[in-house]
């Protein structure tokens, strides 16, 4: 699989959009872009995946870059529960292969 | 049930006695992975289960370290002989759309003193 990186950490204003960037430069054609999120003591939390094209649902919004070699995390009304641990991972879908956990990115929205 | 449950969740043990951890999968769901995460750090991959396969093991950090599961159902991470770098939060998920991907377990926080 694929590495990623993110920006160890980050600050938003609560009510005020998070946009949580990811680079995976390497990403192969069958990979696809994860995101989760780890609150404190809990355990990780899956909270949207995409191809290439955008993907929205009920938690935020996937942004994938046209070269897919970055994509981007929003949050548009960051709330002071989003506080948490932001995971990026591609990973190839249908395989048994695990998803690679990095270290994330860090964002505490500020009230 | 309607989540991942993973029991105990606190376990404290003596240094150089075994402990058995359990993760209950959603029902119907084929794939359970085990993680690790020490404190402040990310996670580790143990073992993966797929449905009767043979498990991938390639994430145990020792011989110490074991995993069964009895086909989609309860699976069990054993540590024989704990050390204290086995302090960490284990993590259980299990899967059964691989694209959506897992639902994790709140975890089992193992101390070794």
């Known amino acids: 699989d694929a590495k990623t990186t993110q920006p160890p950490s980050m600050d938003c204003a609560e009510g005020r959009a998070a946009n949580l960037p990811c680079n995976h430069s390497?990403?192969?054609?069958?990979?696809?872009v994860y995101w989760y999120r780890q609150i404190h003591s809990q355990g990780p939390q899956y909270i949207i995946h995409?191809?290439?094209n955008n993907e929205t649902n009920e938690m935020a919004s996937l942004i994938i870059t046209e070269d897919r070699k970055s994509s981007t995390l929003i949050l548009p009304h960051a709330t002071l529960r989003d506080t948490a641990v932001y995971y990026c991972?591609?990973?190839?879908?249908?395989?048994?292969?695990?998803?690679?956990f990095g270290t994330g990115t860090s964002l505490t929205v500020i009230p | 049930g309607a989540g991942v449950s993973q029991s105990p969740s606190n376990k404290v043990t003596e240094k150089g006695k075994d402990v058995e951890l359990r993760c209950d999968p959603i029902?119907?769901?084929?794939?359970l992975y085990w993680y690790r995460q020490r404190l402040g750090q990310g996670l580790e991959f143990l073992i993966y289960?797929?449905?009767?396969?043979?498990?991938?093991k390639s994430g145990l950090p020792s011989d110490r370290f074991s995993a069964e599961r009895t086909g989609e159902s309860v699976s069990t991470l054993t540590i024989q002989r704990t050390q204290q770098e086995d302090s960490a939060v284990y993590l259980c998920?299990?899967?059964?759309?691989?694209?959506?991907?897992?639902?994790f377990g709140s975890g089992t926080r193992l101390t070794v003193v």
């Open positions: 998920a299990s899967s059964s759309d691989r694209g959506r991907g897992y639902t």
């Open positions: 390497t990403i192969s054609g069958n990979e696809y």
């Open positions: 995409g191809l290439k």
């Open positions: 991972i591609v990973r190839v879908v249908n395989t048994g292969n695990q998803f690679y």
């Open positions: 029902s119907g769901h084929t794939a």
């Open positions: 289960f797929q449905g009767n396969s043979a498990p991938d």
